[in-house]
């Protein structure tokens, strides 16, 4: 069975304070996405990577960076946290062939930011 | 701009009764639409549609598409209390491997 599994379920930090989530697969997949899910907005993109070190703006990476310095491992950083990043964060991957676009998911981390 | 826009938002539903989830997508360079069921967390996988009028089936959930009016439905027959879920749509074009998902639709199927 594939396996994403994510840093943190649960997590409370103070505006302006540097977050990292991470997120690790065992599947060998070549892609990795980070979402933020929000009521009434559905899951958005904010970054993703198709290779090691190789990264793509998603739909929503202002205040946001990426890291993917080996392939099972992505991670996601908020410099600066603000308020407005309080969020579910999901994390996912994929492999890169064709027909296969099926995302695997992560449990998620519920960031809170005070 | 590519958009996925799932109806109705909610629903809610007794034990037993039959749904119907639609998805309706415009994507350039459409490729496959797919279906995900999301309860407390990560969304699971449930199905993958390429080709249009080709239903797929897994118990008591079956989905279909149509390409030339660019929708799909998601159908649940007999729900059950662990049916209660949102359910994702996702489209993906070609020449990426990223998936744009709609709002989703939550169900609630009460006893």
């Known amino acids: 069975d594939v396996k994403v599994t994510q840093s943190s379920r649960y997590l409370v930090k103070r505006t302006g304070e540097k977050v990292f989530l991470e997120c690790v697969q065992d599947m060998d997949h070549e892609n990795m996405f980070w979402y933020r899910q929000d009521p009434g907005l559905g899951l958005r993109l904010i970054y993703f990577?198709?290779?090691?070190?190789?990264?793509e703006k998603g739909d929503i990476p202002e205040g946001y960076s990426v890291s993917r310095e080996k392939k099972e491992r992505f991670s996601l950083i908020l410099e600066s946290a603000s308020t407005n990043q309080t969020s579910m964060y999901l994390c996912a991957s994929s492999l890169s062939s064709a027909g296969t676009y099926e995302q695997y998911f992560g449990p998620g981390t519920r960031l809170t930011v005070t | 701009e590519d958009k996925v826009v799932q109806s109705p938002l909610s629903l809610v539903v007794h034990e037993g009764d039959t749904v119907t989830l639609n998805c309706s997508y415009e994507v350039t360079n459409f490729r496959s639409l797919l279906w995900y069921k999301q309860e407390k967390k990560a969304p699971t996988f449930l199905f993958m549609l390429?080709?249009?009028?080709i239903e797929k089936k897994s118990g008591r959930l079956s989905s279909i598409l149509d390409k030339k009016e660019l929708f799909s439905i998601l159908n649940i027959t007999a729900t059950q209390t662990g049916d209660s879920a949102v359910y994702l749509c996702a489209v993906v074009g070609y020449n990426t491997d990223k998936l744009i998902f709609g709002t989703g639709t939550r169900l609630q199927v009460f006893p």
């Open positions: 390429t080709s249009s009028g």
């Open positions: 990577s198709y290779d090691v070190k190789m990264k």
